[in-house]
């Protein structure tokens, strides 16, 4: 241990009386060395990953057939509202709307076929005027009684703080079955 120590001390008195060049030469030797081992993990890691990448992907063979439903997704079918149903639903919404108060001027109707899923998707936007809890009921009215039903976008807009009307953009998409899948 004392071996150690004097080594140490020695050390310690040349790197105190090194002139200053001489400290900043080894100074950016062992920089240059941190920096060549860096730049070789990372040139690792590079080769690594284009090996990996140049390994050929394993293809699937295309599917041309129409493969039919499975049990659950015959289920999920079966869950979701007719397509004729669409026009009662609508009404029902509106008449949802004007049972409780709320006030609105009109509404868009627009449906969307989905080839692929057997679905029809109607996108309904409502502007209504009407008091929070009003709001509020209505929402939680329709949304319970129509699973399939999705409030999709719901804006408040409050003009004056004294008055308790507020207008609010009200948007569903309500998920329709289309036909036998």
Request: aromatic share 14%; glycine share 4%; hydrophobic share 35%.
């Given at each position: 241990m004392g071996y150690l120590a004097l080594k140490l001390q020695s050390a310690i008195?040349?790197?105190?009386?090194?002139d200053t060049y001489t400290k900043l030469?080894?100074?950016?030797?062992?920089?240059a060395v941190v920096v060549l081992i860096f730049v070789l993990v990372a040139l690792?890691?590079?080769?690594?990953?284009?090996?990996?990448?140049s390994q050929p992907l394993p293809t699937l063979a295309p599917s041309t057939a129409k493969e039919k439903p499975s049990a659950?997704?015959?289920?999920?079918?079966?869950?979701?509202?007719?397509?004729?149903q669409a026009d009662a639903i609508s009404a029902q919404i509106l008449r949802?709307?004007?049972?409780?108060g709320m006030v609105?001027?009109?509404a868009e109707f627009k449906s969307i076929p989905v080839d692929d899923a057997h679905l029809v998707v109607q996108h309904i936007r409502l502007p209504l005027k009407g008091n929070y809890i009003q709001i509020r009921q209505f929402l939680n009215t329709l949304l319970n009684a129509y699973p399939s039903l999705a409030l999709t976008e719901f804006k408040l807009q409050r003009d004056d703080a004294t008055r308790d009307q507020v207008e609010s953009q009200i948007e569903f998409t309500l998920y329709l079955r289309k036909g036998q899948p």
């Open positions: 008195y040349k790197i105190r009386y090194t030469g080894i100074g950016m030797l062992f920089a690792q890691s590079h080769t690594k990953l284009q090996s990996e990448l659950l997704t015959q289920k999920f079918y079966n869950l979701l509202p007719d397509e004729r949802s709307a004007d049972s409780l609105f001027e009109h």
